[in-house]
């Protein structure tokens, strides 16, 4: 069935390197996808989202490609910092204007951790 | 604090009770959104409302759940005869259209 997942469940990194965290997805009715951090105990926390007739978006300090080619979505975080430590999440939405309604479908999430 | 506000945070009932949940949303949005997250996974879409109407309900939406936005402001979760599938994070989360869904930090359920 149509889903979206991730690669890696954890991802380890070092204090001030680049992190890059993947997700697949494979509706290729989906128009628009978003990055979500998730804290212990907290809700999902809005990053960064692109739609499908972008392939590339720049926030601060991150950055979302989507290849709809091979339908990866991937999140650049520069610089990774101990704050940055969570559950991270791709989420993608089918388009209203295709009957897709507004709700979002969730991967399984990467927990990044950042090692001092 | 203009975030999404949920209540309460943690809710521990006995199997059968009726548990209710609330949620303020971010105002002037007019969406509004429940999902359902278990450890280890990422949120599952429930149901959604615009204004006050109800748009769309998962078929995870069985029928001893439900969801009510009666002035299209607030909204209220009810989920009667609980058991212990029930278990589980409940959130929320409210838009301006279709723009980025900002989430409150949940009602953590347990089922006891």
């Known amino acids: 069935g149509e889903s979206v997942g991730l690669h890696l469940p954890t991802l380890s990194v070092q204090e001030g390197d680049n992190s890059i965290i993947n997700c697949a997805y494979s509706n290729s009715a989906s128009d628009y996808f978003i990055w979500y951090k998730q804290e212990s105990g907290k809700g999902p926390q809005f990053i960064i989202d692109?739609?499908?007739?972008?392939d590339k978006r720049q926030g601060q300090r991150v950055t979302v490609l989507l290849n709809k080619t091979v339908k990866h979505l991937s999140l650049q975080i520069a610089a990774t910092q101990p704050g940055d430590s969570a559950v991270y999440f791709c989420?993608?939405?089918?388009?209203?204007?295709?009957?897709?309604?507004?709700?979002?479908?969730f991967g399984t999430g990467t927990q990044l951790k950042v090692e001092l | 604090d203009t975030g999404v506000s949920q209540n309460p945070r943690h809710k521990i009932t006995k199997r059968g009770q009726n548990v209710t949940f609330r949620c303020d949303p971010i105002?002037?949005?007019?969406?509004l959104y429940w999902y359902r997250q278990t450890l280890g996974q990422g949120p599952e879409f429930l149901t959604y409302?615009?204004?006050?109407?109800?748009?769309?309900k998962s078929r995870l939406l069985s029928d001893r759940f439900s969801a009510e936005r009666p002035k299209g402001s607030f909204s209220t979760l009810e989920i009667q005869r609980t058991e212990q599938g029930d278990s589980a994070m409940y959130l929320c989360?409210?838009?301006?259209?279709?723009?980025?869904?900002?989430f409150g930090d949940g009602t953590r359920l347990s089922i006891l």
């Open positions: 989420a993608e939405r089918v388009g209203e204007l295709t009957g897709g309604g507004n709700k979002l479908t």
């Open positions: 409302f615009q204004n006050e109407a109800q748009l769309e």
């Open positions: 105002s002037e949005h007019n969406r």
């Open positions: 692109i739609r499908s007739n972008m």
């Open positions: 989360a409210s838009s301006f259209e279709a723009e980025p869904q900002h």
